[in-house]
C-alpha cells in the first residue's frame, strides 16, 4: 500500500519491495517522466514521488488517470499533463478508506492539468479528499455528450472535499 511497514523505521531506508526509500513512513521514489510513470507512482501509492523530467515536459495521456490509492505526486514545477482534448487528465476515486476507517487523501504538487475534456472534471474529477498545491489547471472544457446538454467542471468538478494552496484554475 505504499506505506513502510516496518517498525519504525529511519528515513532513506529502502522500502521493502525496493521501489523507493522510505520517508516519513511512506515509499518515496522518482518515477520516469512518462505516462506510465505517473501511473506506476500511483499504484505503489504513499510518495511524495517525483518524475525524471529533463527540463519542462508535457506527458499526453492516452486515458483519464485514475487515483485510487493515497499517493501525493510531485511535478516539481516541470510536469505539465494533457489530455490533448479528447479524455478527462486526473478522476481521483471515492472511497479510499484506511485500515481504521479513516479516509484517505490525494497531493498533486506542482503539475499543470491541461486539455482535459470531459463531461465532468475535464481537469480534475474529484470524488475523495484532494490537494492541490502549487499547481495550474488550465485550458480544459467540460462539455455535455450530447448538444446542447453542457457540462460541469471544465478546470475541476469536486464531488468531495478539495482543498486548494496556490493553486491556479482557469
Do not use: M, W
Not at 516519513?24 to 517525483?50: K, M, V
Not at 519542462?56 to 482534448?85: A, H, P
Not at 490525494?106 to 502549487?134: C, E, K, P, Q, T
Amino acid at each position: 500500500d505504499g506505506r513502510c511497514v516496518h517498525s519504525p523505521v529511519a528515513d532513506g531506508t529502502p522500502c521493502a519491495d525496493r521501489a523507493g526509500t522510505c520517508q516519513q513512513g511512506f515509499c518515496s521514489a522518482e518515477f520516469p517522466c512518462s505516462e506510465q510513470g505517473i501511473r506506476d507512482a500511483i499504484a505503489l501509492g504513499g510518495g511524495p514521488h517525483t518524475f525524471a523530467c529533463t527540463g519542462s515536459q508535457t506527458v499526453i495521456t492516452t486515458d483519464e488517470i485514475v487515483i485510487d490509492k493515497q499517493v501525493i505526486l510531485d511535478g516539481e514545477g516541470r510536469l505539465t499533463v494533457s489530455g490533448n482534448d479528447t479524455h478527462g487528465v486526473f478522476h481521483h476515486q471515492f472511497g479510499l478508506i484506511d485500515i481504521d476507517g479513516n479516509e484517505l487523501g490525494v497531493g498533486l504538487r506542482r503539475f499543470s492539468i491541461v486539455r482535459g475534456r470531459a463531461d465532468r472534471g475535464a481537469g480534475i474529477y474529484n470524488s475523495g479528499r484532494l490537494v492541490l498545491a502549487d499547481c495550474t489547471v488550465s485550458e480544459n472544457t467540460a462539455a455535455g455528450s450530447i448538444p446542447p446538454s453542457v457540462g460541469h467542471g471544465g478546470g475541476i468538478y469536486n464531488d468531495r472535499q478539495l482543498t486548494l494552496i496556490r493553486t491556479l484554475v482557469s
